[in-house]
């Protein structure tokens, strides 16, 4: 109801705008269409969603979701959602002495490789500078789910 309306007062402000002799863009009128075309443009996009029944709605979220887990996936990222289920072993450090009173949680992946740990720029999982911790501090392995510290 309200688009039709809308689209009547549109027809009515192009129309006195087509009427009157003034060419300026910038008139009141030419205004007041583009104003009204805007409107109409938004009450339409509202009344479309608002037809669409659950089970549409339901199919658009989940391509939306799919597309939204692809794109990520191709950037190189993961939703919390996604890697929730899947447990890696991973290095911790918890300490009480105030000078090493940092919390870190590395993933170390499957691959057999040795993987540096320390405040070098080189190392592959870099450590914060504190007492105890080397340029390389330790050296790790996942090997089939253990991990192995030298």
């Not at 705008?17 to 300026?24: F, Q």
């Not at 992946?109 to 870099?126: E, I, L, M, Q, R």
């Amino acid at each position: 109801q309200e688009v039709q309306e809308l689209k009547q007062q549109l027809a009515r402000a192009k129309a006195s705008v087509k009427g009157g002799s003034s060419d300026d863009e910038s008139s009141p009128d030419t205004a007041e269409v583009e104003d009204l075309s805007d409107k109409l443009q938004a009450a339409e996009a509202i009344a479309a969603t608002e037809a669409k029944d659950w089970k549409a709605l339901k199919e658009e979220e989940g391509k939306m979701g799919r597309n939204r887990i692809l794109t990520m996936e191709k950037i190189g990222m993961r939703s919390r959602a996604s890697t929730a289920p899947e447990v890696f072993p991973y290095l911790a450090n918890y300490s009480e002495d105030p000078h090493l009173a940092f919390t870190l949680v590395f993933h170390v992946p499957p691959d057999g490789k040795d993987h540096s740990a320390g405040s070098s720029d080189g190392c592959d999982f870099t450590l914060p500078l504190g007492l105890g911790v080397a340029d390389t501090t330790c050296w790790v392995r996942n090997e089939g789910g253990r991990l192995l510290i030298r």
